[in-house]
């Protein structure tokens, strides 16, 4: 199962997102899983290839972020 980027505010889920657009990586807005516990409700999925380059992208523009892999 593919990893999402969850947050801890709404700014910084945002803030992923355009970060994410401004770089060419394809993201999509979901709700947060409830088991991933993160305060912000909303959370990133994107290609399973583009996880860990998004991750460091992330890092470089300062986002806080973590990563949540869904167990089925």
Given at each position: ?72
């Amino acid at each position: 199962m593919t990893p999402v980027f969850t947050f801890q505010t709404t700014h910084h889920a945002l803030w992923a997102e355009e970060v994410a657009a401004a770089h060419g990586v394809p993201v999509e807005v979901i709700p947060a899983p409830p088991a991933a516990r993160a305060r912000c409700s909303l959370a990133l999925e994107t290609l399973p290839e583009e996880v860990e380059p998004l991750a460091a992208l992330l890092d470089t523009e300062g986002v806080p972020h973590a990563l949540f892999t869904p167990v089925h």
